[in-house]
C-alpha cells in the first residue's frame, strides 16, 4: 500500500509539473508574441466587423516598423488597458494632409485599395498638412465616417511606443476565419 501511495504522488507531481509548464508556457505566449483581441465598434468596417475575434502579433514591430497600410493594435494613450485597431496611412517624416475628400501624403495623392467607405457620399474634414515626427504614425478606420483616428485630437499620431502589435489573423467569425495579410 505504501508503494500505491508513492506512485499516486509522483502521479500527482507529474501532473502539477506539467501544469506549471503549460501555464508558464501559456501565459508567455500571450505576454510576448500572440494575443487575442476581440473588435469592438464600427471603425474598421468593412474590413472588420464589431465582434471580430483576431490575433495580435506582438513581436511584429521588435525589428521593422509598420508599413503602409498594416492593420494596427495600439495602446490610446490616456487608458493604458484601452486598445485600438486602425489602418497605418502614414509613416514617420511624411506629411499628411486631408483636402477635397483625398488623402495626400508628401503632396502625392494615396491610391488605396481596401474596403468601402460612406466618402462619396460625405465629405471628409479636411485636415492638415501634418508632417508626422520620427517615432509617429498616421492611422485611420477603414470607415472614415465613423472612426476616431490620427485626424481626433483625442488620439491623434500614434507613438512608436504605444505600438501593441500588427493583426494578423481573424479566428471569429468562422466565415471569415483567415489571415489579414490582404486585408
Not at 501544469?19 to 494575443?35: W, Y
Not at 465582434?51 to 506582438?58: A, G, M, T
Not at 488597458?81 to 475628400?101: A, C, F, H, Q, S
Request: glycine share 6%; hydrophobic share 40%; proline share 4%.
Amino acid at each position: 500500500m505504501n508503494k500505491k501511495k508513492k506512485n499516486i504522488r509522483q502521479v500527482i507531481l507529474w501532473i502539477l509539473v506539467y501544469v506549471i509548464i503549460i501555464t508558464v508556457a501559456v501565459i508567455g505566449v500571450e505576454r510576448f508574441l500572440f494575443s487575442p483581441m476581440q473588435v469592438v465598434g464600427d471603425s474598421m468596417n468593412p474590413t472588420l466587423s464589431d465582434h471580430d475575434l483576431i490575433l495580435v502579433n506582438k513581436s511584429a514591430y521588435q525589428k521593422e516598423n509598420p508599413k503602409r497600410f498594416d492593420l494596427v493594435v495600439f495602446t490610446y494613450q490616456y487608458d493604458h488597458d484601452m486598445k485600438y485597431i486602425k489602418r497605418v496611412i502614414g509613416l514617420p517624416g511624411e506629411t499628411i494632409e486631408i483636402k477635397n475628400n483625398t488623402i495626400y501624403i508628401d503632396s502625392e495623392e494615396l491610391k488605396e485599395y481596401y474596403g468601402i467607405y460612406e466618402h462619396k457620399k460625405k465629405q471628409l474634414e479636411d485636415y492638415g498638412p501634418y508632417t508626422l515626427a520620427k517615432d509617429e504614425f498616421f492611422v485611420l478606420g477603414d470607415n472614415r465616417q465613423h472612426s476616431v483616428d490620427s485626424r481626433s485630437g483625442d488620439v491623434g499620431p500614434v507613438k512608436a511606443e504605444l505600438l501593441v502589435g500588427k493583426a494578423t489573423f481573424r479566428f471569429w467569425p468562422l466565415n471569415a476565419f483567415g489571415s489579414l495579410k490582404y486585408q
